[in-house]
């Protein structure tokens, strides 16, 4: 179930919720006292132009010869009356409207932190018919483009479990949609709160391998769709584990990718990788003792260990405090100074950075050994089940890309990328390795970064899809 960062901090939201109330009265007297001023001047408006038409009236009781020139007189003084009253109430009137909009936009400010935050979902509307499998802890949303396709392979594109909604990996489907990519599903990872313990009276493990399981069940299920493998993309975290179902299961894919993740994190110091080795294997269990949690009763996880989403997002914003003190202080000026646009811009995505998802515990702990501890997939000792798989046994016959951000401090960019040197497989005509000056979030939300980089990815799969028009008229979505 969703939860709010803040909630971790009650003396701080009990303080801002204090600074509200001096800042609140404030606005409201600033809001009063604008009121006043502007009913004064309507007042006084008022009766001048009273004034200003009895003048007229009475300028026709006059001698025949004098109303043209009279009625000029007056409507020149009745204009300069509007006018210097106009400048006048402006003059009195801007500093005050200056100053309410920014008392307004310091609580909006805070208003940030302190507000019960929106329910998190897809931008894109859809039904449930649109849901395609409901598992355990997946769901996968068709967003296909209701058209006749000529385009036989579905796009599926694999959201990260981060700590966050999955709808981080939205702009980055809905581009490549538009770009050509008809048939497009979404897999969204589910909070661990909504988690089930038991699936059919069996315990359920959210482990690495539990996961590939549920990854095979989306690849088998839009293959069977259309009789042919969709594209593979993971944005994040899920590239190691849709590369490992791949490599386990090679005819459930068409073209593979993947978008600053971790995939090969010995090829360049990171920050998160650094950590990791340095605190060793035993950390993330000794984490979980002290900051586990198990999940309460009513709700679907009841019981389940899981890993509080919210020390992922303290960590983010550790790691990038530098850019998130620029966009508060930049969020900050737009709401005193009135640009709606794009404060809304910001405000919708810290509402999104601070609603937090949980982790099941296994999968965190798996995923911290065996990928940020000793990179097991490319050093050939990933198990998985009965079996261990390396990057050398990626399937030759399966197209292959990968982007990385310059400034991505959790994947940087040859944690991302270089693991593209180590598949000998697969023709070089056939790999596409791209880096990008993003930072990590820019690599999923830039309006730049999309264009100049996804519509290259977009050729490349495109390039590599199955098409002809379907034997049915009317055949949509798959269906």
Known sequence: ??????????????????????????????DYGIRSLSLGFDLNNNFQNMGFALARRWCRLLDASLPKAFNHLVTLQHRAHKNFSAAFENLLLSPLKTMRRERQGELEFIG?????LPVQDWAEAYDDTRILLDLPSLRVIDISNDIQHDLHNYTVVFAPRAGHH??????????LRDQGLTRMALVEQKCADDIPLYVNQK??????????????????????????????IAICQPGPLLMSTLILNPQLAKTFGSAGSPM???????????????????????????????????????GRQCFDGALQVLGFYFLGMDQHARNFKHLLQDLKQGNTESAERQMAFYRWYHTVHHFP?????????????????????????????????????VPIWALGGRRDNIAPPLQAT??????????????????????????FRSEKILKSVYAR??????????????????FKNGF
């Open 457 to 474: 990815i977009a050729r490349f799969i495109l390039d590599r899809s199955d098409r002809g028009m379907p034997a049915k008229k009317g």
């Open 112 to 116: 940030l932190f302190t507000e019960p």
């Open 1 to 30: 179930m969703p939860d709010n960062l803040m909630n971790r901090f009650p003396c701080t939201l009990n303080s801002l919720e204090a600074m509200k109330v001096p800042l609140g009265t404030a606005a409201q007297m600033l």
């Open 361 to 397: 515990a296994g999968f965190i702990k798996d995923t911290y050994k065996k990928i940020f501890v000793k990179n097991d997939l490319i050093r050939g000792k990933l198990s998985v089940g009965n079996k261990n798989i390396g990057i050398k046994d990626y399937p030759g016959h």
């Open 166 to 175: 999955s709808n981080i990996a939205e702009r980055v489907a809905l581009y």
């Open 264 to 302: 090969h994190t010995e090829a360049e110091k990171g920050v998160l990788t650094d950590f990791a080795r340095l605190m060793g294997e035993d950390f993330i269990d000794a984490l979980m003792r002290f900051c586990g949690h198990e999940i309460g009763a009513h709700r679907p996880g009841h």
């Open 418 to 443: 270089a693991h593209l040197e180590l598949i000998d497989s697969v023709k070089a005509g056939d790999k596409l390795s791209l880096t990008c000056n993003a930072g990590h979030m820019g690599l």
């Open 203 to 232: 315990r359920h493990w959210e482990s690495f391998a539990g996961q590939i399981d549920q990854y095979k069940n989306v690849l088998a299920a839009l293959t069977q769709r259309t009789g042919h493998p969709p594209h593979l």
